[in-house]
């Protein structure tokens, strides 16, 4: 069963922290796997997107990993800012074609505390 | 900011009622979405469209329906509301550009929906 699980559930930190964030898939085949950044009551922006090939990808303090063997995926924040709360959702598309279908996580709720 | 509109943000509304959640994008594309979120939990497709008079349903099943007369605009309608339908209701398109990439989705900022 094609799957997108997130760890932690939720997360509270200090400003100016680093944190990780985890996603593991089963999802087969595998084209590219997301990470959305949805703050309270706003739709999903995508921050990095990741495809079989790639290891890393950076954008600005978030930098994004990828285990296409382990099928495994982190997103690391660095120097965290109270606008870094969020929910954080990791979502895995299984073809990159118009046909590729979509999995979502359920998400990482990060809380940034001054 | 992505250019993808939704009205109204917030609708408390009684059993039984008739409700139509708008979406327009001024993006130009042709390919839309409708998903549901409940608190806590994924996102959950429940209409898309790939261009103008074509819908499908989506993974959840959904008692809502879904029109897409102009590229623009996509709405959602719920002939007779129930409190299992109180959720989160997020539009989204894309441009469908097919690249190993994929597409990216530019999603709207949601609905809230209470049915009391």
């Known amino acids: 069963k094609n799957q997108v699980e997130q760890s932690p559930q939720s997360l509270i930190i200090l400003e100016g922290k680093n944190c990780t964030l985890q996603?593991?898939?089963?999802?087969?085949?595998?084209?590219?796997l997301r990470w959305y950044k949805q703050d309270t009551g706003r739709g999903p922006v995508s921050l990095t997107i990741?495809?079989?090939?790639?290891n890393t990808k950076s954008n600005g303090r978030y930098t994004a990993t990828l285990d296409a063997d382990t099928k495994q995926s982190s997103l690391h924040i660095t120097a965290s800012q109270l606008s870094d709360s969020a929910s954080y959702i990791c979502?895995?598309?299984?073809?990159?074609?118009?046909?590729?279908?979509?999995?979502f996580g359920r998400g990482t709720q990060l809380t940034v505390w001054p | 900011e992505a250019d993808i509109y939704q009205t109204p943000r917030y609708l408390v509304i009684g059993t039984g009622k008739k409700i139509t959640l708008e979406c327009s994008q001024t993006?130009?594309?042709?390919?839309m979405y409708w998903y549901q979120q409940d608190p806590g939990m994924e996102l959950h497709l429940i209409h898309y469209?790939?261009?103008?008079?074509?819908?499908e349903k989506g993974d959840l099943s959904s008692e809502s329906t879904v029109s897409r007369i102009r590229t623009e605009h996509f709405p959602l309608t719920l002939e007779s509301a129930r409190p299992s339908h109180t959720s989160q209701y997020l539009c989204?398109?894309?441009?469908?550009?097919?690249?190993?990439?994929?597409?990216?989705?530019?999603f709207g900022p949601g609905t809230r929906l209470l049915v009391l």
């Open positions: 989204a398109s894309s441009d469908g550009s097919g690249t190993d990439e994929g597409e990216t989705q530019y």
């Open positions: 996603c593991n898939y089963t999802v087969s085949p595998f084209s590219n």
């Open positions: 990741m495809t079989f090939s790639e």
């Open positions: 979502v895995v598309s299984d073809r990159g074609s118009t046909l590729g279908r979509l999995y």
């Open positions: 993006m130009g594309h042709d390919k």
């Open positions: 469209s790939y261009g103008v008079n074509s819908t």
